[in-house]
């Protein structure tokens, strides 16, 4: 519904015709009155279609489990070259094991330490030749856990490490701990 009064644009609703609307106003008045509603309601819709059609996408369901919405800024450790092994654990595309053989590159998925699949929870929480770097990983988490206020242990996944923002009970800099704990 489009309504003015009282010098206010008053814009509601998410659909189709409503941004249409919005736009059509935007270009007809090009008044400053009408550019944050019009721009306000064309986000939301765009942010709208996004999520349905990420909620909905049957492809990419190992990444949406790290990052079920949309619109919210992902982080990333501050060393670039852990940065860019993050990404790639996110988009399923790293050195592993499981996401070779998926490509066809390797004959197995088993890791090379022979305790089970080469896979992102395997590479960081279980594998023996890497546990240095699990205690020191954990310790981290264990830390800002407690500093959290969370409740009972940390229940260690692969998003808790990849995707800590997304968990909803962390700050920007306690996420930016977790992420920058692997060096």
């Known amino acids: 519904m489009i309504c003015c009064g009282h010098g206010q644009l008053c814009l509601t ?3 189709v015709v409503t941004i249409a609307t919005a736009y059509l106003l935007l270009l007809v008045f090009r008044h400053p009155l009408f550019f944050i509603p019009c721009k306000y309601i064309i986000s939301k819709q765009i942010k709208c279609t ?3 059609r990420w909620d909905r996408s049957p492809t990419t369901r ?4 790290y990052v079920p919405s949309v619109g919210k800024r992902t982080m990333f450790p501050a060393r670039r070259c852990t940065a860019l092994s993050y990404s790639r654990l996110l988009l399923n595309d790293s050195s592993l094991r499981i996401h070779q053989h998926h ?9 090379e330490c022979g ?3 080469d896979d992102a ?3 960081l929480f279980q594998c023996a030749r890497f546990s240095h770097i699990h205690k020191s990983l954990m310790q981290v988490v264990d830390k ?3 500093e959290a206020n969370c409740q009972g242990p940390p229940r260690c996944s692969v998003a808790l490490l990849l995707a800590p923002a997304y968990l909803d009970v962390f700050t920007k800099d306690q996420c930016e701990d977790i992420l920058n704990a692997a060096k």
């Open 13 to 15: 609703g998410c659909s």
């Open 50 to 52: 996004w999520q349905r």
């Open 62 to 65: 190992t990444t949406y489990d």
């Open 103 to 111: 490509a066809g590159l390797v004959d197995t998925k088993e890791c």
């Open 115 to 117: 305790q089970g699949v």
């Open 121 to 123: 929870f395997h590479y």
């Open 144 to 146: 800002t856990w407690s």
